[in-house]
């Protein structure tokens, strides 16, 4: 975490492990991110895709949600950054840019060369499409190769899927502070202003 956010993960008595994240704030303003991820799973499950399971959390007057591992205790997790390697930037080295359909091309060529089969590449693929048309509605602006992962079965060392969807905490302008959404909302140039200032990917029709 950081002085303005508690991230950790929690093992309580029964051996259950949670990750527990207190709301973001942005230039320490309030915003409703711990809301993004209910809301966002909710679209998830309208569209058919898996999503981690989180709820509400309170603690110490700190807001937050809380979500357990999603993992088996055969299973281990990979992100889409190990898989591409170096071939993609990470957003935080400076190069937020990535071509979708050549992004498809690479993950079916790595998921190949390293031995995984046909057909679960082929569902990966076809399962990462979709991911891409949630992120478009939901306007998730933190999907970096770091935060899509694959899930890996120990006990074959061959299957491979991909992991539920998590961390979309920054998305449907919830990460925004109340007033910036009320105006981006209501005013009468706000959208535009917003689309163009703070969102230019957001295509704004007048």
């Known amino acids: 975490g950081s002085e303005f956010r ?3 993960w929690i093992e309580t008595n029964d051996g259950k492990q949670f990750l527990v994240k207190s709301n973001n704030k942005m230039d320490e303003k309030e915003n409703y991110t711990e809301y993004a ?9 309208k569209m058919g895709l898996e999503y981690a399971n ?6 110490n007057g700190q807001k937050g949600v809380i979500t357990e591992n999603m993992l088996n205790k055969d299973e281990y997790l990979i ?20 071509d979708y359909p050549n992004l498809v091309k690479l993950i079916d060529k790595n ?9 679960d590449i082929d569902n990966i693929k076809k399962e990462f499409k979709k991911r891409v048309m949630f992120d478009s509605i939901v ?3 933190d999907r970096h190769p770091e935060n899509i992962s694959f899930v890996l079965n120990t006990k074959d060392g061959k299957s491979i899927k991909l992991s539920p969807i998590y961390d979309t905490e ?3 302008l919830l990460e925004n502070a109340k007033d910036i959404v009320l105006d981006f ?22």
């Open 6 to 8: 508690l991230k950790n």
């Open 37 to 45: 991820e209910l809301i966002s799973r909710k679209v998830a499950q």
């Open 54 to 59: 989180y709820d509400i959390m309170k603690f």
């Open 79 to 98: 992100t889409l950054q190990d898989i591409i390697d170096s071939e993609i930037a990470h957003p935080d080295g400076g190069n937020s840019t990535i």
């Open 111 to 119: 998921l190949s060369l390293l031995g995984y089969e046909k057909e």
């Open 139 to 141: 306007g998730a602006t």
């Open 170 to 172: 920054n998305s449907l």
């Open 185 to 206: 909302a209501c005013s009468q140039d706000g959208g535009a202003r917003h689309a163009r200032d703070i969102y230019p990917m957001i295509s704004f029709i007048p």
